[in-house]
């Protein structure tokens, strides 16, 4: 009689730092797929297009130029989902929508404000984060660093959200390598909750160790795992100071993240080593993702670090980097996270150790050099 | 100088069932869109594809060969995510991939079993739900009451997710008319939410209103609010024991909510009326959502009930389904909840009230009649 096993059988695991379940149905990646098919991310693309609203010294939709900027550069974002200034919200305006019922807990509303920014990694049109140098890397991290630094100083900024969507199947609109950043007047749902659950792993074991981190312990479980084997091992890659890793929750396909090894609040605490440490691992990894499948791998990665240098919380928080990438079987088939992920929980096919084994075999030379 | 305006104006509304925010940003609708684009629905099929393993007689994937069904079909999805027999997951089995930190509060799991069916809605390929007639709608109703009234009465079974994923762009491979029955051992996450802020909104008033529901309370408020006006109203349509509207928290651009009336704890407590009222409701609903845009509208739909009908909480629940579309301009222009959405919240760009206020305008005739 066999045995339950990890790479066989259904089963659900905790994500402790959304504080939610994920079904993980391994058997099931043997599943035909007849569905819709990505197109495959055309490869050419000119070092610089003047069609390109990033590229240097070209228009943008709205009107304004484009410096003729030779590293990373940081303009406003033309269509901010937020703005600095606007009317604060009153009973009154809710009325309109709410009607008597305005005052009810069914109809909860705040005003949110903000900016929002995007930030091009390099003026090369035809390149991406994998295949930018580590020096270039660097640059992109420290200009996250000012703009992380900037938007603390500012007391109406609760939270600053780093993210990138690369890719058309990740709503990206245009393949030149940026990313943005959304900076609010509130702290928003997802890390508002990772903040709770890494103050409640605190909170719970204060009395023996008032610096108690889950990362922190996550980090060191996952280096002794990875040591004992193969099969537990959900290793990427790592250096002295980041780690890449599938997280053992994963819910993407090769969903990772990259975590501090020590406890670091945010991106403002970094020197230079780690700087150069992180931009390493950042390569590492998104170099392996395009050799999986030999394509520009889409994915949304965003930061999680405390919200600004100065939330009340700030102490708690352990710099780390999500990665959730759609791929699953191949440049142009996907995961869809619909239907009973939507309405029920998210589902996964293949293990976190299955993938983060197939990721651990890539080459971390592009497959286009 | 202008006050606060919730057409104009950012701000969050809070979704009282899945306690969450939602971050909207009704000015950013004007952002022109140069990404992806959606394939357009091929609309021609024919009656019955020989090539499809959906359709009455032909053979599955897996060798089986279907039923020359005539009405509603149900059977086992050959690539179920659960099993109904599976060995139980010991501490033993996780440390396989949990090594020595197997006890650890970071690698939590528990083992996952059910039962997944695939229910035809109609032996017809060329059709989908708005175009089936009344009756035949009542019929698929009457499926999933009976597949409900079944897997109810397992003691294995502590939860049945039905569902439809409808559209290429929703993950669908199938365009044969046809939805899912996910049935498993333990209730997931996004419907214990739910649970849990129906009983929280219950107890805070259980002293004046032992039946205090959210959802009663939120159907009548809307109510009120269509009868004040276009303004507030989020209503699409309703008759006697159903309405269909957009929630104040809405996240997709077009998601609504189907919601009963009066008090009814699942499809299992529909009297024969009830039946013909709710697909009035699915077929008026689905309906407006392929005029909005003259195509075969793609969505994800599900309902949310009693996890089963001995459920301790099954009083508590209230039946409701959502429907989760993607598409946001055109037949071919849709939302993408990525980047920001994933890793901070999820983000719309026109109100609730706007979208209602669209669809509610839409003919209840369908566009190809
Ligand atoms: O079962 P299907 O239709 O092949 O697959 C679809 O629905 C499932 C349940 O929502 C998802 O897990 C899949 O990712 C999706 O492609
Ligand atoms: O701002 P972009 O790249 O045009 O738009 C993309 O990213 C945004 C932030 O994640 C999302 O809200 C949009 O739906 C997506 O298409």
Request: hydrophobic share 35%; proline share 7%; charged share 20%.
């Amino acid at each position: 009689e066999e045995g339950f096993s990890f790479s066989d059988h259904s089963h659900r695991r905790f994500n402790p730092l959304a504080g939610s379940w994920v079904l993980c149905s391994p058997h099931r990646a043997k599943r035909p797929w007849l569905g819709q098919v990505e197109d495959a991310p055309r490869e050419q693309r000119p070092a610089h297009d003047p069609t390109c609203f990033l590229c240097p010294g070209n228009r943008r939709a709205t009107g304004a130029t484009n410096d003729h900027y030779t590293s990373t550069y940081v303009f406003p974002n033309d269509y901010a989902a937020v703005h600095a200034e606007q009317p604060d919200c009153s009973t009154d305006s809710l009325a309109v929508v709410a009607g008597e019922n305005a005052s009810s807990a069914l109809f909860r509303v705040e005003s949110a404000r903000g900016q929002c920014s995007v930030v091009c990694f390099s003026p090369r049109h035809d390149l991406t984060l994998p295949e930018l140098g580590l020096g270039e890397i660097c640059r992109v991290i420290r200009t996250w660093q000012g703009i992380y630094a900037e938007l603390s100083a500012k007391p109406s900024i609760a939270y600053i959200q780093i993210f990138e969507n690369k890719g058309a199947a990740m709503g990206c609109s245009n393949p030149h390598p940026h990313g943005q950043v959304w900076a609010l007047s509130v702290v928003p749902s997802e890390p508002a909750k990772e903040i709770e659950s890494l103050k409640a792993y605190r909170q719970a074991r204060i009395s023996t160790n008032p610096s108690a981190c889950m990362l922190c312990a996550y980090v060191s479980a996952e280096e002794d795992n990875a040591a004992a084997g193969e099969q537990s091992s959900r290793l990427v890659l790592q250096n002295k100071s980041f780690m890449a890793l599938v997280p053992f929750w994963a819910t993407w396909p090769f969903e990772t993240m990259i975590v501090a090894k020590s406890h670091v609040a945010s991106i403002a605490d970094l020197c230079e080593s780690q700087i150069a440490d992180l931009a390493e691992v950042v390569q590492g990894l998104t170099c392996r993702y395009d050799n999986l499948f030999q394509c520009s791998f889409p994915y949304s990665m965003g930061l999680h670090q405390a919200p600004t240098t100065t939330h009340p919380d700030a102490a708690c928080c352990h710099l780390h980097m999500h990665f959730y990438p759609p791929l699953l079987r191949s440049a142009t088939v996907r995961k869809f996270l619909v239907g009973f992920e939507m309405m029920a929980e998210p589902q996964r096919d293949l293990t976190a150790e299955q993938a983060a084994s197939r990721l651990r075999a890539q080459s971390s030379t592009h497959y286009k050099l």
